[in-house]
């Protein structure tokens, strides 16, 4: 996790891209547990209401689920709530390498177009480079949409955004000092 986890809605709403919804509630899932819990703890900081649970016996998915009611009024103003965003939003939908690859690359990946478009909006905007949103293959799933960080960004990304996420933060630091040498 970063050095400063700053409590913050925004981070929570980029991390719903991985959520679903219900009529009163909000679920986000993942395998981590401790990722799963962080964002139990951020709500419940936050003054909210939240509670963690595996689903089903034998899958290997844990829950967080909290009332709809805490994310209502909520609007991306500052600079700050575009960071925060775009890390949950990568901390839910990011891809990144797990293994030693010869090019270290991050990427978004989605369903929804439009909702892409406006993360590599503000994603440019924070001077982070990114590559053209594609679907890479129309075949496989032709509502897939994709878009890479650009190489020579992956530093500013790690610095400016980072991620909470465990295994991705991990990962991140990773290639970002692998990046390092890197001609910019």
């Not at 909000?26 to 595996?54: C, H």
């Not at 075949?139 to 955004?161: H, Q």
């Amino acid at each position: 996790m970063g050095s400063a986890l700053r409590l913050t809605r925004a981070y929570i709403l980029g991390a719903m891209h991985d959520g679903t919804f219900h009529a009163s509630t909000i679920r986000i899932s993942q395998r981590e547990k401790p990722y799963v819990v962080m964002i139990q703890n951020l709500i419940l900081t936050m003054g909210g209401k939240a509670w963690v649970y595996r689903e089903g016996r034998r899958r290997r998915l844990y829950v967080v689920e909290f009332s709809r009611s805490f994310m209502r009024g909520l609007q991306i103003r500052s600079r700050r709530d575009r960071i925060d965003y775009a890390r949950g939003y990568f901390d839910a939908e990011g891809g990144i390498p797990s293994v030693g690859w010869h090019e270290p690359y991050l990427y978004f990946a989605q369903k929804n177009r439009s909702d892409l478009a406006q993360l590599r909006i503000i994603l440019l905007d924070l001077g982070i480079s990114c590559g053209e949103i594609h679907n890479p293959s129309r075949r496989a799933d032709p509502d897939y949409w994709r878009f890479y960080v650009g190489r020579r960004s992956i530093r500013t990304f790690a610095k400016v955004v980072g991620s909470w996420h465990p295994r991705k933060a991990f990962l991140l630091s990773r290639i970002a000092g692998e990046t390092q040498g890197a001609a910019h």
